[in-house]
Nanobody, 124 residues
Framework: QVRLVESGGGSVQAGESLRLSCVAS????????MAWFRQSPGAEREGVAG????????FYADSVKGRFTISRDDDKNAVYLEMNNLKPEDTAKYYC?????????????????WGQGTQVTVSS
């Protein structure tokens, strides 16, 4: 069974940084896009950042541009999200996504594989 395992979440103060990691149990995703989404209670799952195979950036949410950086290391079957200058509004559960079906990369419905999520809490 293919798995995506996220780590690196935690509770921080506003202005601090966190680095999320997602490791896949297969190298099959290395030839496809991967992404990070986040979801707060009562809200829809929101696309945060996406990266194409080869490492080119697919998208950043406007709210995180200049603060978050997505990267990937295909030798480790991993994708990362470096989050700097965190704000309370970044508080959410963050999910790694793979197995992109096509269409809108920012739409959660276009992704077929998900991790269990890692919680990020930012206090003011």
């Amino acid at each position: 069974q293919v798995r995506l395992v996220e780590s690196g979440g935690g509770s921080v103060q506003a202005g601090e940084s966190l680095r999320l990691s997602c490791v896949a149990s297969t190298s099959a995703y290395n030839t496809n896009s991967m992404a990070w989404f986040r979801q707060s209670p009562g809200a829809e799952r929101e696309g945060v950042a996406g990266i194409r195979s080869g490492g080119s950036i697919a998208f950043y949410a406007d709210s995180v541009k200049g603060r978050f950086t997505i990267s990937r290391d295909d030798d480790k079957n991993a994708v990362y999200l470096e989050m700097n200058n965190l704000k309370p509004e970044d508080t959410a559960k963050y999910y790694c996504a793979a197995a992109f079906h096509g269409g809108n990369l920012r739409s959660a419905s276009q992704w077929g594989a998900w991790g269990q999520g890692t919680q990020v809490t930012v206090s003011s």
